[in-house]
T-cell receptor, first 112, second 113 residues
């Protein structure tokens, strides 16, 4: 069965610092991988997705993620965090007719 | 485009009451989903639909029912509400089959007392 692990429940970074959120997945074939962001009281919004091709994926709001098949990872990065990036981030895996499985989320706090 | 809309935003129910959570999308998506989100648990799929008239169970369907009479609407029915159904409910839709990008509504926060 497919699964997603986000090992960090909570991360705190200073504004302007770099950010990396970890995501490991388990999937039997080539996965579709997603990162979503959820601001307080809102629904989830897609940041970026990987289906195939270039393993470094660019998304909205200056985020990027790198697919590493050998490590079953899809970590999310941003070089310089802004206070408005404070939110909860969800990694997800799916593929074709396989339903999407979401991780448990990582809450990001940004210190001024 | 309004995208995916959900009503109500908030609701308090007493144990044993029933209610319907409404979901409408205006993107002509065939695929629609209902999730519940509990703290620290991520999103769990309740039911999904691959088109009008076709629905199927997800991971946690017990205590819920759905129908899909039109492409746009996918209501979720709670019969005999229980405290375990206290949660935030999200409706989503997608263009392509189940494993693709989904568009989410703003959610309904439900409390059962």
């Amino acid at each position: 069965a497919q699964s997603v692990t986000q090992p960090d429940i909570h991360i705190t970074v200073s504004e302007g610092a770099s950010l990396e959120l970890r995501c490991n997945y388990s999937y039997g074939a080539t996965p579709y991988l997603f990162w979503y962001v959820q601001s307080p009281g809102q629904g989830l919004q897609l940041l970026l997705k990987y289906f195939s091709g270039d393993t470094l994926v660019q998304g909205i709001k200056g985020f990027e993620a790198e697919f590493k098949r050998s490590q079953s990872s899809f970590n999310l990065r941003k070089p310089s965090v802004h206070w408005s990036d404070a939110a909860e981030y969800f990694c997800a895996v799916g593929g074709g007719y396989q339903k999407v499985t979401f991780g448990t989320g990582t809450k990001l706090q940004v210190i001024p | 485009n309004a995208g995916v809309t959900q009503t109500p935003k908030f609701r308090i129910l007493k144990i044993g009451q029933s209610m319907t959570l409404q979901c409408t999308q205006d993107m002509n998506h065939n695929y629609m989903y209902w999730y519940r989100q509990d703290p620290g648990m991520g999103l769990k799929l309740i039911y999904y639909s691959v088109g009008a008239g076709i629905t199927d169970k997800g991971e946690v369907p017990n205590g819920y029912n759905v129908s899909r009479s039109t492409t746009e609407d996918f209501p979720l029915r709670l019969e005999l509400a229980a405290p375990s159904q206290t949660s935030v409910y999200f409706c989503a839709s997608s263009t392509f089959p189940l494993g693709d990008e989904q568009f989410f509504g703003p959610g309904t926060r439900l409390t059962v007392l």
